[in-house]
């Protein structure tokens, strides 16, 4: 059963740039799509980019295309979201999280097996 660690979040200046980490532990993490998302104060958790398996296709929330990009290391058990162009409103806890159901591949309800957090803030 996969469990995940997120890690590199911490306070940057709008504009910046921040790698996040996410570290799974566990069997067949290669099996299985992975994802990013993210909660606001006062605001739900929202998805924000996910990726399949094999590495091969990411999908984005429109916020956040462009700017973002996730990629995983399978070898390493590893998948990363690098966050250019940070804005104020990237500030967030976000979590990584195992695609465990079939269908969707943005639909929170589609993953488990979610990381603790990290926390990114952005100042303006």
């Known amino acids: 059963q996969v469990q995940l660690v997120e890690s590199g979040g911490r306070l940057v200046q709008a504009g910046a740039s921040l790698r996040l980490t996410c570290a799974a532990s566990?069997?067949?993490?290669?099996?299985?799509?992975m994802g990013w998302f993210r909660q606001a104060p006062g605001k739900e958790r929202e998805f924000v980019a996910s990726i399949i398996a094999s590495g091969a296709t990411p999908y984005y929330a429109d916020s956040v295309k462009g700017r973002f990009t996730i990629s995983r290391n399978n070898a390493e058990n590893t998948v990363y979201l690098q966050m250019n162009s940070l804005k104020a409103e990237d500030t967030a806890v976000y979590y990584c999280a195992v695609k465990d159901k079939r269908g969707s591949f943005t639909a929170i309800p589609n993953f488990g097996s979610w990381g603790q957090g990290t926390q990114v803030t952005v100042s303006s």
């Open positions: 566990g069997p067949n993490f290669d099996a299985y799509a």
